[in-house]
């Protein structure tokens, strides 16, 4: 069985574990904490058996669509104890490079998990992107995360670390490398890179970036 080592305070390998459906296209993705601390190759397995490998011990899941999208995205109370239940809109961008933010909300009666589209939203529920709780930027292709923010009122909930797993989960889920992040941050990303036990997937301080926080908020 995975281990059972609280990730957000131990250096954390992870391993992903696949399920088939009856087609044998993945509809689901789970990430654990690996009993070595290492990152194995993915566990492809059948739906049922899939399940049990997973067990209650999960850390972040992504549910896939017919087409491979990523239609919902679950992180656990072991990751972020302290985030509320949320959804999130999806914003690409083109690029070059190509990459893709995940705005969070709460509540709005969208189901817990759901990834939407951010425009849709925006126009059917008359949603503003003010009322985001947080958002995420990365570049699906490498990796690498960019950006993250949370909004004031929401801070101190784990917003940030449900944010991060969701981004990365979502990269996994996608075919794509694991999430990390280099070596420029503000201040209160390095504060959480050097306690959280994922720290190590972010490179060690280079410069130090501006508050994205708008000055009349901080």
């Known amino acids: 069985m995975p281990s059972s080592a609280d990730p957000r305070s131990v250096p954390a390998g992870l391993t992903q574990v696949v399920a088939l459906g009856p087609d044998d296209f993945p509809v689901w993705l789970a990430v654990l904490l690996s009993e070595d601390g290492q990152d194995p190759p993915p566990v492809v397995l059948p739906e049922a058996a899939a399940t049990e490998r997973v067990g209650d011990a999960w850390l972040t899941r992504a549910r896939l669509g017919e087409v491979g999208q990523v239609t919902a995205i679950e992180v656990s109370a072991l990751v972020a104890p302290k985030a ?3 959804w999130f809109a999806e914003v690409p961008e083109t690029g070059p490079p190509r990459a893709l933010n995940l705005v969070a909300f709460a509540g709005f009666d969208v189901e817990p998990g759901s990834v939407l589209d951010m425009a849709a939203q925006l126009e059917v529920r008359g949603l503003s992107g003010e009322q985001q709780i947080g958002a995420i930027r990365w570049y699906p292709d490498t990796g690498e ?29 996608i075919g794509k490398p694991m999430g990390w992040g280099d070596g420029q941050r503000t201040a209160m990303g390095e504060k959480w890179r050097n306690s959280h036990g994922w ?9 130090l970036a501006p508050p994205m926080t708008p000055p009349d908020q901080r």
């Open 84 to 86: 509320p239940p949320m």
């Open 145 to 173: 995360m960019d950006q993250a923010y949370v909004a004031p009122d929401w801070r101190r909930r784990s917003i940030a670390t449900a944010l991060m797993g969701a981004c990365a989960t979502y990269n996994l889920a």
């Open 199 to 207: 720290g190590h997937r972010a490179a060690d301080l280079e410069a």
